[in-house]
Every structure is written in C-alpha cells, then in structure tokens.
C-alpha cells in the first residue's frame, strides 16, 4: 500500500497550467457584442484537462464528523480515522466513535474532549486524552484497557506528533521528545529529549535489538537530519550522527543510514559527479563500520543543479534514482563502482521522485504537479493515472487508484489498466488521506466521512 498524505509545504496534489489567451474575436462575434464590456485581465486555462466518463457510485452512507483538514486550523491532524476489520474509527463531538464500515452505523462510543489523533493496531485502538494522556480501548468494544496517568503535553503548537506502537511499548513523539509507555499498563517508562533539535522532529522511530532509532532535525553549518539511538530499557541516548538519515535497513545488528549533509556541502555547481552515500554504523555503540557509495555523473554543462539521487531499498534489492534513470543493486553484494543488475527510465518530464514499487511498478510522484506515475519493470513502459481535475490526495491500495480531487470528487482507477473505474462525488475541497477496509473505502471529506463499496474489478 502506498499512502501519499496531504501536507502544505511538501504533499500532494495541484497541477497548475495557465495559458493568456490573446486575439481579436471573430467578426460575428463583434457584431453581437459591439456594447460588451471588456476585462482588463482575462486569462484562460489553455491546458485544462478533459472531463473524464466514469460510472457515477453512490455513497454507502455519510456521516459528519471532527476530523481537521484544513492544516490552517487550531489542531490539524493526518490521523482523524482509522479503518480495519469492517469498522470505521473516527471522531463525534469529540468523541471517539466505532462505525461499520459497510452501513456507517455507530457501534460505540468512548471519552469527551479527546486529541482527534487515533491509531489502530492488533484489535487495540490508541489515542490521547484532552491533557495529552495516552489511552488504550478494545476496538471490538470500546471497553478501556487502560488510561495512562502521565501526560505528553509540550508547550507548542508547532510540533510533530506520532503515536507508534510496537511489540510490548507504546512510543508518543512531541517534537524532539520521546516518551514510552508500557504497551499492557499504560505505565510511563521514560521520556527523553534531543536538545540540538529545538523541539524540531520527525516521525521516524524503530525499534531493533533493545535500540530504538530516530531522526530529528538539527541546526549545523547546514541544518540536517541526525539519527539518534537510545536505549530502549532506559531511554538513555546511546549514540548520534549529524547528517544522517533514517535507516534503510537493520541487518545483523547494522544501521545502513543515507548520507544526506556531505552532498550539500560539495561544489555541485561546478561538479557533474554525483554520489549517494550510505553509511553503516553498529547499532548499539555507533561505531561506522563502513560506506557505500553509488555514483554516476549529471549531463549537460555547468552550473549544474543540485541533485544527490533518490534512494529506495526493496526486498533483497537498492534502488538508486540518478538524473534520467533508476539503477538496481543487489543490497548484499556491494562491490565498489559495481554494474547495475538492471536500469529503468523515469517519467517523461522534470522532477520525479521514486516513491516505491506496487505490482511490478517503480512508482514515482513529480514533485510540481504532483501526479502519480509508474515504470513497468518487465518491460520499462511508462504508464500514468490521471485525473480531471488538480490533485488534493492519492492512495493506492492493491489494484485500485484512488485520486482524491479539488473538484469535489475522487476518482478510482484500475491501477493495472490505468482506466477509470468509478467516480464519487465528495462536495469537498479539503481531503484526507482515502481509508479502506474489506471491500469500503472511506473518503475523508472537510467535515464528513464518506463509505464506498468498491466495485469486484478494484477489490
């Protein structure tokens, strides 16, 4: 599955094309309108997109609820619902409520004032009290297992904030803190802080081997990522390196971690040499136990712009994107200026990003307009998923497409045949991220949740 959530600094979804038409009108049209007031300005969309024929599905119920699109409002959240096992988990006058997924019926309901931030995981549902305490429910019954007494709360709004559980602990991020819970009890293990980050983190954390891994944000001659790892017992910061990444693989009790500040201190003006850097430290003490480079050189004449690669690691293979095509390496078999197992090419056009693979598909989003495309690896054709309007949100679940647009409408489209499938109207331009369950799909609309049945051919 792939999920590409609306942000307003980074993701998803204008395509913005403006052409100014200019000309005297036709002598007919003159004579009709010799009296007709002209605009000082007019300016007509030349490329807009042709209006797309698509099954029209109606709703399988509506239901308004709390959830915060708008990321101008108090408390904008990415994590308003949840949707797993037939049931839709979601926000009521501040109330958490379970829905069925297939009728929209509430099947109940818990808390007051809460935190509209809920996460699903192993038939548990996990959120936050209106003071910042984490709490635990059976999402079969509502019942509470438990309420924690301590609290998560810090003194900004600006802040980045994640509810991660794993094996036996429940992780809260606020910014550069870290607080763990005990995953049974609710019981506050420690809490820790990243005083070079400011408060600035992100929402990377793994657990490996009694170690857990985060990234933050930290002010350098350059401000970077650094890649923290404390003590998964104790909280205690075990080790950090500035400049470095999340990891992209765990193996053998090694961190393999980009390399993301040396690239922007080299003369990349002048430079056509490129590299991507991947660093490997020992997980508990942090000692670098070695480097990886993958390099290739920009065309063209200098100046040159600035560009590292993109970087992708998928089963037992790494992808590295370069300036027009995406090399494969097998991970484990790293040999210094080594040939590519294979090459593919990247979507016509300027700035893609590799995004990940989905049934045999490098799959990439161009950072400007924001659309979805995709490479075919057995045979490097391009292939796209379009909508008719500009992009507010897209979701790909197994077959299906889903393109969530400024219109007021998402579009659904088989992913293996790029054809529309159904349409859906929302009445929205605000959407959050699409939720799916059995064969539902949940669109978050401003204001509302909408359920879907899929057609057979999407699910």
């Known amino acids: ?165 794993t094996s036996d602990s429940l992780y809260v991020i606020k910014g550069s803190k870290t607080f763990a819970f005990d995953k049974t009890t609710g019981k506050l293990r420690w809490e820790t802080d990243e005083p070079m980050a400011d408060g600035s983190g992100t929402e990377y954390l793994e657990e490996s081997n009694g170690v857990i891994l985060r990234t933050f944000l930290v002010q350098g001659a350059l401000t970077s990522l650094q890649l923290d790892a404390f003590d998964k017992k104790t909280g205690k910061k075990l080790w950090g390196v500035f400049g470095q990444g999340e990891a992209i693989r765990i193996k053998d009790g090694l961190v393999y971690s980009v390399d993301y500040h040396s690239q922007l201190m080299s003369d990349y003006q002048s430079l056509p040499e490129r590299k991507v850097i991947v660093n490997i430290y020992n997980l508990k003490t942090g000692v670098k136990k070695g480097t990886r480079e993958y390099n290739w050189k920009r065309s063209g004449e200098p100046p040159y712009p600035y560009g590292q690669g993109n970087l992708l690691v998928h089963g037992d293979k790494i992808y590295v994107q370069e300036e027009n095509k995406v090399a494969e390496y097998d991970f484990d078999t790293y040999k210094s200026n080594q040939t590519p197992l294979r090459t593919f090419k990247i979507p016509n056009g300027d700035n893609w990003i590799l995004l990940g693979i989905v049934q045999d598909r490098l799959m990439f989003e161009n950072v400007t307009t924001h659309e979805l495309a995709g490479i075919k690896m057995v045979n490097n054709r391009q292939v796209g998923w379009y909508g008719d309007a500009n992009l507010e949100q897209v979701d790909v679940y197994g077959k299906g497409v889903y393109l969530a647009q ?40 401003k204001g509302k949740l909408i359920g879907v049945k899929l057609p057979a051919s999407l699910k």
Not at 31 to 48: C, F, H, P, R, T
Not at 88 to 102: H, M, N, P
Not at 420 to 440: E, I, N, Q, Y
């Open 1 to 165: 599955m792939i999920i590409k959530r609306k942000r307003s600094n980074e993701y998803f979804f204008q395509r913005l094309a403006v052409g100014v038409l200019a000309g005297l009108l036709v002598t007919s049209s003159l004579s009709l309108q010799v009296n007709a007031e002209k605009a000082d300005v007019s300016i007509n969309n030349g490329s807009a997109m042709s209006e797309i024929k698509a099954n029209e599905l109606k709703p399988s119920w509506t239901i308004k609820v709390d959830n915060k699109l708008d990321r101008n409002e108090m408390y904008f959240s990415d994590y308003n619902a949840a949707a797993e096992d037939g049931k839709v988990f979601t926000f009521v006058g501040k109330k958490l409520v379970a829905l069925d997924a297939k009728t929209g019926k509430q099947l109940w309901s818990y808390g007051k004032n809460l935190i509209p931030y809920v996460i699903y995981e192993k038939g548990v549902i996990y959120g936050l009290s209106e003071d910042h305490k984490p709490y635990a429910l059976d999402a079969k019954t509502g019942k509470k297992k438990w309420q924690s007494s301590s609290s998560t709360y810090i003194d900004t709004r600006l802040r980045t904030e994640a509810i991660v559980p």
């Open 406 to 445: 400024r219109n007021g409408s998402l579009l659904g489209i088989n992913l293996l045949t790029t054809k529309p499938v159904f349409k859906v109207k929302t009445g929205s331009v605000l959407h959050g991220a699409t939720l799916k369950t059995d064969d539902m799909i949940i669109i978050q609309a």
